[in-house]
């Protein structure tokens, strides 16, 4: 991984291999893992990056100018939503 990529932190986050995606009608799911080390095992990873996206089904109308209105479908993405974590006391 280059030093311009985004997720890269210095020997923390040298080597990425994507696992795969999970693609269904109303959701996409992609995995990556990452190592400080070339040989990846599970005792060397040092982060896992789960990626989301849902299709919401809410249709908005949507345009641009000059080409008219259309319906565009409203997606969903990990960073769209806000946990509230509150832990136990």
């Given at each position: 991984?280059?030093e311009?990529?985004?997720?890269?932190?210095?020997?923390?986050?040298?080597?990425?291999?994507?696992?795969?995606q999970?693609?269904?009608?109303?959701?996409n799911?992609?995995?990556?893992?990452?190592?400080?080390?070339?040989?990846?095992?599970?005792?060397n990873?040092?982060?896992?990056?789960?990626?989301g996206?849902?299709?919401?089904?809410?249709?908005?109308?949507?345009?641009?100018?000059?080409?008219?209105?259309?319906?565009?479908?409203?997606?969903l993405?990990?960073?769209?939503?806000?946990?509230?974590?509150?832990?136990?006391?």
């Amino acid at each position: 991984m280059g030093e311009q990529a985004y997720f890269y932190l210095h020997n923390y986050r040298e080597y990425s291999v994507y696992i795969g995606q999970i693609k269904k009608s109303r959701y996409n799911v992609d995995l990556n893992l990452y190592s400080y080390q070339n040989n990846f095992s599970k005792n060397n990873i040092t982060s896992a990056i789960v990626l989301g996206t849902w299709h919401t089904r809410r249709y908005f109308l949507d345009g641009n100018e000059g080409s008219g209105f259309y319906w565009s479908e409203e997606e969903l993405r990990c960073s769209d939503l806000k946990i509230r974590y509150n832990p136990k006391e």
